[in-house]
């Protein structure tokens, strides 16, 4: 139940990456620094979190991305 987020700085920025159930709740925190430019790879261990779609908000370069994903086990 792990899988790998990418993503890809053109401007050092800060970065917050967030994992949210599909109630809105906050379920886990991935990053929250600041990061030089350059290509990035973070991984989700999901292990603890039962199957299901959640949402990845990515916040950086003052924008926010959200992407779904869905957990199986």
């Known amino acids: 139940p792990t899988t790998t987020l ?8 800060d970065v917050n990456i967030n994992i ?16 030089a430019p350059g290509y990035y790879e973070i991984d989700w261990n999901g292990s603890k979190h039962s199957s ?8 950086f370069n003052n924008s926010k ?7 199986l086990k």
């Not at 990418?6 to 920025?13: A, R, W």
């Not at 949210?20 to 990061?35: A, F, P």
């Open 52 to 59: 299901g779609i959640y949402l990845v908000q990515y916040i």
């Open 6 to 13: 990418k993503y890809d700085l053109d401007i050092q920025s």
């Open 20 to 35: 949210y159930d599909l109630n809105g709740r906050l379920i886990e925190t991935l990053i929250s620094q600041n990061q």
């Open 65 to 71: 991305y959200n992407r779904k994903i869905t957990l």
